[in-house]
């Protein structure tokens, strides 16, 4: 039987042979009216502390949600990552899984920069050479990618928003 591979023409115009709409799913490429929560699989040797409702639930105590979040349109419970604890690619925050063991080892330069976040929320911390040992426990590790990783992924998200070309958040790290 012989198949048909060349696609209609209609009105003088060559129609499309697939179906090219954009899957209102994909919020890397689609707007979405508000914002959306998507769990990932954490990938192997780690686990989501985080669930859908807990995130909702913080986003509730967050003051001017409307201003923060205008733009965004997803926020993704990611894979974990040896490298970081979250990033922000255009319109989506995304916050990685946490490593399956709780107990995690830094320098102490990184050590030294989250000092005031590890103090409030009360993380045990060991030096053992030229590393500190963190004891978390599975409250402290959910408070600081809600307070910590959650809060500055929005701010950057937030800054790319108010620059004047919205392509990249233009003010960095500090």
């Known amino acids: 039987m012989h198949r048909r ?20 799913g994909d919020y890397y490429r689609v707007p979405q009216l508000l914002p959306v929560v998507d769990r990932r699989r ?9 669930r859908r409702g807990d995130v909702e639930r913080f986003i509730e105590l967050l003051p001017e949600w409307d201003e923060l979040s ?30 399956v063991h709780l107990w995690d080892t830094t320098d102490v330069a990184s050590y030294e920069r989250d000092r005031p976040m590890l103090e409030r929320l009360s993380v045990p911390a060991e030096r053992r050479g030229r590393e500190i040992l963190l004891r978390w426990t599975m409250p402290t590790a959910r408070a600081f990618q ?10 950057h998200h937030h800054d790319q928003m108010t620059t004047r070309s919205r392509r990249e958040a233009a003010r960095g790290e500090p």
């Open 146 to 155: 809600l307070l910590d990783v959650f809060l500055h992924e929005l701010g």
């Open 70 to 99: 205008r733009g965004l349109d997803a926020l993704v419970l990611a894979p974990g990552s040896h490298y970081r604890y979250g990033y922000h690619r255009n319109g989506v925050v995304h916050v990685c899984a946490w490593p």
């Open 5 to 24: 591979s060349a696609p209609n023409v209609k009105a003088g115009k060559v129609q499309k042979q697939n179906n090219w709409a954009l899957d209102p």
């Open 42 to 50: 954490p990938g192997r040797g780690y686990r989501h502390l985080l």
